[in-house]
């Protein structure tokens, strides 16, 4: 059984990808990674992970997270991140990972910030 649960929906176009559990070394950051992959493969280009209700990640995760950006961005895409919690956005200072990823405390600024990037006819 997996540490990471995982549902995507809709915003205004861009695909929301709500985390709950942590993601770690295994199989919940492969998980990560296979469902992103999947995503893009299926023309989504628009991409927001919710970490709101994940409790942990550790370096493994934050590679699978750097990895799955890459992916996205490859391939014509982008991936933002929303609702950190306390020590995910502390993860990301200290890895300086925020000078990579663009955040944003607030889901609806997030899926805005896309439309601004990108004017994508959906």
Do not use: C, P
């Amino acid at each position: 059984m997996s540490d990471l649960n995982i549902s995507t929906r809709e915003n205004r176009g861009v695909t929301v990808l709500d985390l709950t559990g942590k993601i770690a070394l295994g199989e919940s950051s492969g998980q990560l990674h296979t469902e992103l992959r999947e995503l893009v493969t299926a023309g989504k280009k628009d991409l927001l992970i919710n970490l709101a209700e994940v409790r942990s990640i550790d370096s493994s995760g934050l590679g699978t997270l750097v990895a799955g950006y890459t992916t996205v961005q490859n391939n014509g895409g982008d991936l933002k991140l929303t609702n950190l919690t306390d020590r995910a956005s502390e993860l990301m200072t200290i890895t300086k990972l925020y000078t990579v990823f663009e955040i944003f405390d607030d889901e609806q600024a997030a899926v805005n910030s896309f439309a601004k990037t990108g004017e994508a006819a959906g």
